[in-house]
């Protein structure tokens, strides 16, 4: 008995250094994911994406930026069966304007690649539905975005999709749409330790107001909105403040709604009268992942095993108190059978006891629960009796 409680609770502390290992593993590669956006000068702005496991297909960004664009580079991110690279579309013009981006990707394979392409934003114009991209080459595509003369100022989001026959990517836009005349500047940056989050957690973000032109006492309306890729506007809370200097404030955005995992842009819209100002930033979601279906699995097994020991457990008490009792059954099947005059089935019947006997020792022996000295004594017994039997 003492065997299996010390068995238990080795099976306890196994299982529990199990789930802090499997805690500690998706904890590592959640803080590993780390996504930087940088943009281009020449209209392409590509997400690097470094992870220590696979990434999503889709591509899921994270990026800092104030009320423009900015910065250069990009990473490629490998596919089963192609290469591509991630992007993420950033572009600010003033209200009327257009403005033409470039997409660029890459084919690593050997045989050309089909990539359809789609958006569904007023906005946003696709020259070209489809593209071929030769082997082991780069093709880019253009992406005209259009604000038009009564366009309301601020920063809009969308998708376009690049489907081909083994892959679907994902490629974020943001468009921002400013007005001629601006009385002040914002800048919105999301903190590096909110750029991944799991709901509940707040937002920390640091948001600052410059103004263009000197203002005194000046009203600014605040507008923070969380919106998706589809242009969805998802939370939205307002504030205010007044306007005399520059200002910087840090400041954590709570009593978030409920987020599926992915990525979503903050914005942030300062009014004050007929001006308006945006920034955004863009975070992702992740959920936390949940262990309690370790713990029930570990529960189940550790049940099966009791039950299993449990069983040997009974099997082997039984077998010992065979063994214990056995020199008293050979001594009565010994007193009931010499001198007596036994018939052929009484013979047989008491063989069988016999052979049940030494499939006992043996089994006691195999087990080490007997040493051979004991074995061979109570073999010779058990022989004798059946040479007595099989003569008589």
Known sequence: MRSLTLFFVALVVIGGC??????FQFAYLASESDVTIHASNAGTVAVAVECSSNCDSGGSAAASSGGGGGGGGAAPLSLSSFQVIDFILK?????????????ELYNSGDVPLTVSISNNASWLFLPEVSIVIPPRSRVSFPVILISSSDMKPDIYTSTIIMKSEADVKKLPVVFEVRLIKRL?????????????????DGIHYELTISPLEEVSDLPVGLEFVIKDFDDNILFIISDSLVLNEKQTSKNVLSNLPQLKDGSYMLLVRATSGEY?????????????????????ILLFIVF??????????LKTRR??????????????????????SLTKVEVGVQ?????????????????????ASTRDRVVRRIEMLERYLREN
Request: glycine share 2%; charged share 25%; aromatic share 14%.
């Open 18 to 23: 199990f789930i802090l290992y499997m805690q």
């Open 91 to 103: 572009a600010v013009v003033v209200r009327g304007e257009r403005v033409t981006k470039y997409v």
């Open 184 to 200: 002040f500047d914002v800048f919105l940056s999301i903190e590096a330790s909110s750029k991944l989050i799991s709901i509940p």
């Open 276 to 296: 308006v100002s945006a920034a955004s930033d863009i975070f992702s979601v992740q959920q936390p992942v949940s262990y309690s279906y370790l713990l029930y």
């Open 304 to 313: 099966i095993v009791f039950l299993i020991v449990v069983y040997y457990e």
């Open 319 to 340: 077998l010992r108190k065979a063994v214990y009792v056995q020199s008293k059954q050979l001594m009565d099947i010994r007193a009931s059978i010499i001198g007596k």
């Open 351 to 371: 063989l069988d006891e016999l052979k049940k006997q030494r499939d006992i020792i043996e089994l006691a022996f195999e087990k080490q629960y007997v040493d």
